[in-house]
């Protein structure tokens, strides 16, 4: 059964850090990419940042580079984001998805899953920077 479960989120003040972290299950390895999306109060869903399962492609939005790091384990089939100097732009809720393609996945098509989001969606964690 493919599922994904979301953790790590809470309060934090603008400029912290938070970690948070996607336990993955049911999905075949090497098969999909997975990512991070994120949804403000009044705001439409938005791609945070994305990575295939092999090969290490990644994708970050421009609102997060140089602040967020995502990695992947796969051994212990996790999916993390690293979150540092925090803004209160930043609030909303996290949530992670991943789909599946047949073949390679390439820069291109990491990018649009991360446009579009995945057809695998956990239940989400909240994100509040607030002081």
């Known amino acids: 059964q493919l599922r994904l479960v979301e953790s790590g989120g809470g309060l934090v003040q603008p400029g912290q850090s938070l970690r948070l972290s996607c336990a993955i299950s049911?999905?075949?390895?090497?098969?999909?990419?997975i990512g991070w999306f994120r949804q403000a109060p009044g705001k439409e869903r938005e791609g945070v940042s994305c990575i295939s399962s092999s090969d290490d492609i990644t994708y970050y939005a421009d609102s997060v580079k140089g602040r967020f790091s995502i990695s992947r384990d796969n051994a212990k089939n996790t999916l993390d984001l690293q979150m540092n100097s925090l803004k209160s732009e930043d609030t909303g809720v996290y949530y992670c998805?991943?789909?599946?393609?047949?073949?390679?996945?390439?820069?291109?098509?990491?990018?649009?899953?991360?446009?579009?989001?995945?057809?695998?969606w956990g239940q989400g964690t909240q994100v509040t920077v607030s002081s």
């Open positions: 049911g999905f075949p390895q090497d098969a999909y990419a």
């Open positions: 998805s991943a789909d599946f393609k047949l073949g390679a996945w390439t820069k291109q098509t990491v990018q649009h899953m991360c446009d579009m989001g995945g057809a695998h």
